[in-house]
């Protein structure tokens, strides 16, 4: 036989479901059964006592409770003339069907709990098993993204490295060259300046040179002439 089953969602964890049995557990046997009731009829010159003192939903009893008084003959004829004292009324039958099914209610509860205890608890290993190993293929996704992100930051910086060596030397080559250039053009500035510098002290001595010279020639020449004329007058040896 099939036993009836409720699909439960965990209110607790998301997306865990269990199937509880719900089949209702079989009340309790009491001690006393009464046996089927016999046909009673009620004589009618005898009014029946007014119903009223349990209502049906304090009872829990589905169908209408009869009379008092048809009750009362019912239990006689069931279980014989007994005393009053051992004889059960309606109102202790009721009761004790209301503690046997909150006894089965209790226990069924129970039961319940215990069970949802139990999905909580797998439902909770499992989340945790799935939440690390998630955990791990996060951090070996980003072990990864990380490591190719380094690679590519450290290629990066290796050839901005060699872009910034290769412009550094294009840029004192070329510095290089314009100083060389401008140095170049400095010395044949100051080469010409020199040169000019010389050419004009070298004319201006060789004009006082050849102007003494002209003095020192005009002397010579009028001591020639002097000693040239005593020679001639003979006046004796001229001193030089």
Sequence with gaps: MTMPRVLIQSPIVPNIHT???????PPRQT??????????????????????????A?????????????????????????PASQ?????????????????????????LLKNLQNVFEDSTIERVKNLRTDLM???????????????????????????LQQRTHDKFVSMESHVTHRV??????????????????VAAALQTFQEELKVYAAANQERFNQIIQMLLDGRGQATV
């Design 19 to 25: 199937m509880i049995d719900t089949t209702p557990l």
């Design 58 to 82: 304090a009872t829990g009893v589905d169908e209408e409770a009869p009379p008092d008084g048809l009750q009362r003959m019912s239990l006689v004829q069931d279980f014989g003339e007994q």
């Design 184 to 201: 170049q053009k400095v010395l044949d500035d100051m080469h010409k300046r020199f040169l000019a510098d010389v050419e004009a002290q």
């Design 31 to 56: 001690g006393l059964q009464p046996a089927p009731r016999a046909t009673v009829r009620t004589p009618t010159d005898v009014a029946p006592p007014p119903v009223g003192n349990l209502p049906e």
């Design 87 to 111: 004889v059960p009324t309606l109102k202790e039958d009721i009761i004790s069907y209301r503690l046997d099914c909150l006894s089965d209610e209790v226990e069924r509860l129970r039961l």
């Design 137 to 163: 293929t996060k951090a070996g996704n980003t072990e990864r993204r990380l490591g190719g992100e380094i690679a590519a930051l450290k290629t990066r910086i290796d050839n901005e490295h060699l872009d």
